[in-house]
């Protein structure tokens, strides 16, 4: 069974502060993709990486998917209050018709 | 308005009375799923469709039924409840296969099983 390993699964840190949030796995994902949900609704798609070594930027985030497509990693610059909520990261698996999950990394950032 | 809807979003029930949680989704995806998102879990695939009256079963199946009798339909059917299956489940649908495509998500079903 293929699995992701979020870290830190909680952050709380002050607006304009940097983070990085991390998705590992021993297993090698044929894609990776990054949610954020908000209280009340389901996830929404923020990014898909498919190529190892890949770098994907979004305003003040920037997603890497590794060489060897194991990992991956989020980094938000300047955090702002807007960007709270849980980040997930998913998974997929060559040849399957499914996502697999990590835990989840529930952001806070503070005023 | 492209969208995926669940009904109900909220419910409270007694263990052994069945129920069914209905999915429908405008876009005309050909993939379906249902996830139940429990804390410190994330999220894990209950069951999936690929297409019409094509369902597979997912990471957790146990104690629960699905049909895909219509394309934008996908209810989840729950025979027996039990506490265990507390829970908020969301219903996903995406263009065609799931790891590389947009999964497009429901507003969440939030069960009490008593």
């Known amino acids: 069974t293929q699995l992701l390993e979020q870290s830190p699964q909680f952050l709380s840190i002050q607006e304009g502060e940097n983070l990085t949030v991390y998705c590992n796995s021993s297993s090698v994902f044929s894609s990776l993709q990054w949610y954020r949900q908000e209280p009340g609704e389901g996830p929404v798609l923020l990014v898909t990486?498919?190529?190892?070594?890949e770098v994907k930027k979004l305003k003040r985030l920037t997603f890497q998917f590794g060489d060897a497509r194991k990992d991956s990693s989020l980094h938000i610059t300047a955090a702002q209050p807007g960007d709270t909520g849980l980040y997930l990261c998913?998974?997929?698996?060559?040849?399957?018709?499914?996502?697999?999950f990590g835990q989840g990394t529930r952001l806070t950032i503070n005023p | 308005e492209a969208q995926v809807t669940q009904n109900p979003r909220y419910l409270i029930t007694v263990t052994g009375k069945k129920l069914t949680v209905t999915c429908s989704q405008n876009m005309n995806h050909e993939y379906m799923s249902w996830y139940r998102q429990d804390p410190g879990l994330g999220l894990r695939q209950i069951y999936y469709?690929?297409?019409?009256?094509?369902?597979d079963k997912g990471d957790v199946p146990e104690g629960y039924k699905v049909s895909r009798k219509e394309k934008r339909n996908f209810p989840l059917i729950l025979e027996s409840p039990s506490p265990n299956q507390t829970s908020l489940y969301f219903c996903?649908?995406?263009?065609?296969?799931?790891?590389?495509?947009?999964?497009?998500f429901g507003p969440g079903t939030r069960l009490t099983v008593l």
């Open positions: 990486v498919v190529t190892g070594g």
């Open positions: 998913a998974g997929g698996i060559q040849g399957a018709q499914k996502l697999v």
């Open positions: 469709s690929m297409n019409v009256e094509v369902t």
């Open positions: 996903a649908s995406s263009l065609w296969q799931a790891s590389y495509n947009e999964q497009f």
